[in-house]
């Protein structure tokens, strides 16, 4: 059975350091304004700061995927975060050990919190629906194959958040499993996407929580 974990953070904003702003993000924002919300290094401190000695700018280009079946959609408008329904602007950063090693960051606004509200939805149910193996690409010659989704605890922060693994089969000969790690918090009408591809074992595959924790008080402050 293909599960996902699905958290809606406790006490939201509420729950903040007393006095501290916190932002609450309603309407569309260009992209001017969510290069400003991501993290940059200089946000880093600490171990983050020591950990990830590179960050590197990316764009946010490439056609949406189409799944081979239906129900699986969503899981691959999760891939490219920017191609779901109803996104708008968006903004994107790397956050580098190796160049084989990174944290992908995506930043997508959408004209309403209920638009984002539907993208996390959407996310939530796929899974039960999507219970075999799909292949995912933006031509049926160039797809990927993939297992489903395996369940992960998910961080309680922004609005609500989903955290999963998707089950890419590698090409190599060995036909290995590699799980992409996938984090999708919402913060009122933006949906920010994390995504590490950096090892082949589940149990080392891990976005630190400071990180997302960084990312998202940037957000609620900014």
């Given at each position: 059975?293909?599960?996902?974990?699905?958290?809606?953070?406790?006490?939201?904003?509420?729950?903040?350091?007393?006095?501290?702003?916190?932002?609450?993000?309603?309407?569309?924002?260009?992209?001017?304004?969510?290069?400003?919300?991501?993290?940059?290094?200089?946000?880093?401190?600490?171990?983050?700061?020591?950990?990830?000695?590179?960050?590197?700018?990316?764009?946010?280009s490439g056609k949406s995927l189409k799944a081979s079946k239906p129900e699986c959609q969503p899981l691959a408008d999760a891939i490219r975060p920017w191609?779901?329904?109803?996104?708008?602007?968006?903004?994107?950063?790397?956050?580098?050990?190796?160049?084989?090693?990174?944290?992908?960051?995506?930043?997508?606004?959408?004209?309403?919190?209920?638009?984002?509200?539907?993208?996390?939805?959407?996310?939530?149910?796929?899974?039960?629906?999507?219970?075999?193996?799909?292949?995912?690409?933006?031509?049926?010659?160039?797809?990927?194959?993939?297992?489903?989704?395996?369940?992960?605890?998910?961080?309680?922060?922004?609005?609500?958040?989903?955290?999963?693994?998707?089950?890419?089969?590698?090409?190599?000969?060995?036909?290995?499993?590699?799980?992409?790690?996938?984090?999708?918090?919402?913060?009122g009408n933006l949906v920010v996407t994390f995504s590490r591809y950096g090892s082949y074992r589940p149990g080392d595959n891990t976005i630190p929580p400071n990180l997302i924790k960084a990312q998202v008080d940037k957000i609620e402050t900014t």
């Open positions: 059975m293909i599960l996902l974990g699905a958290c809606t953070s406790g006490d939201g904003p509420a729950a903040s350091a007393k006095g501290e702003k916190r932002v609450r993000h309603t309407a569309p924002l260009p992209r001017a304004q969510l290069k400003k919300l991501l993290l940059s290094r200089i946000d880093l401190s600490g171990d983050l700061k020591e950990e990830y000695r590179q960050v590197w700018p990316t764009t946010t191609s779901a329904d109803r996104a708008g602007a968006r903004a994107s950063r790397r956050f580098v050990k190796t160049p084989e090693d990174f944290v992908s960051v995506v930043l997508v606004s959408y004209p309403s919190v209920k638009d984002a509200s539907a993208v996390m939805s959407k996310l939530r149910s796929s899974p039960a629906a999507c219970t075999s193996p799909f292949r995912a690409g933006e031509t049926s010659k160039d797809s990927d194959p993939y297992q489903g989704v395996k369940r992960k605890a998910a961080p309680k922060e922004g609005d609500e958040a989903l955290s999963y693994y998707l089950r890419v089969i590698s090409y190599a000969k060995d036909r290995h499993e590699s799980p992409e790690l996938f984090v999708h918090v919402r913060v």
